[in-house]
């Protein structure tokens, strides 16, 4: 069964996430990549939406089962596509919503947050960045992505408690931009897309490089601290 499945609907692509939790591997990272790709191909007006195939999940970040098993020998490898697979969602040339239908966390929620915007159900499901509990740092590109996307005392909450956060106080907290009923999360995001899809690419990746140069830079370079698993 393929891991994703991209369906373009009017001027919007719709890229489901079909791996269950949607933890990070190279065979997921590889197959969004590859549907990025066709959404890059495709010409006309275009916006992306993705979200999770199942109710509870939008993702859960790195696949910790791999890394620690067969892939304990990937970390140095794997981290840096993974960083650069969040700098290219991050600079991707069409309008990204992403539709948070169930869990985000860690790398997950890192996900989301490189979309241009997100839509979290309200009754369900939370956004997590669990590194300090979890004890894996976050790479130089992460911390810029994600302090790039929320306030100063937000970033900081976040970051340092590791504190699972429902929807309704995301929108709070303007993590995410819009927390609705779970059947209204895609249709809200798909809606949010459409309105920007005419927008001109050129123009739309240009500005949002400049934007996030920071942040794009250290995603781009893969640079990342894996002295944790010297200890």
Known sequence: MAITDLKREGDVFLLTMRGG?????????GEVNRALDEVERS??????????????????GLDLGWLMGEGIKEWKNFI???????????????PTVAAINGHAFAAGAMLALAHDYRVMRADRGFFCLPEVDIKIPLAPGMRALIQSRLSPTVFRDVILTGKRI??????????VDEAVPADQV???????????ANKDRRIYGNLKRGMYREALALLESGEADFSFMEQ
């Open 80 to 94: 840096p596509e993974v960083l650069k697979f969040l700098g290219r969602v991050m600079a991707f040339p069409v």
């Open 166 to 175: 429902g929807g309704v106080e995301d929108k709070e907290l303007a993590i």
């Open 21 to 29: 939790e949607n933890r990070f591997n190279p065979s997921f990272i």
């Open 43 to 60: 010409t006309g007006p275009a916006a992306l939406v993705s979200v999770g195939g199942e109710e509870k999940f939008y993702s859960n």
């Open 186 to 196: 895609l249709p809200q995001a798909v809606a949010r897309a459409a309105g920007l």
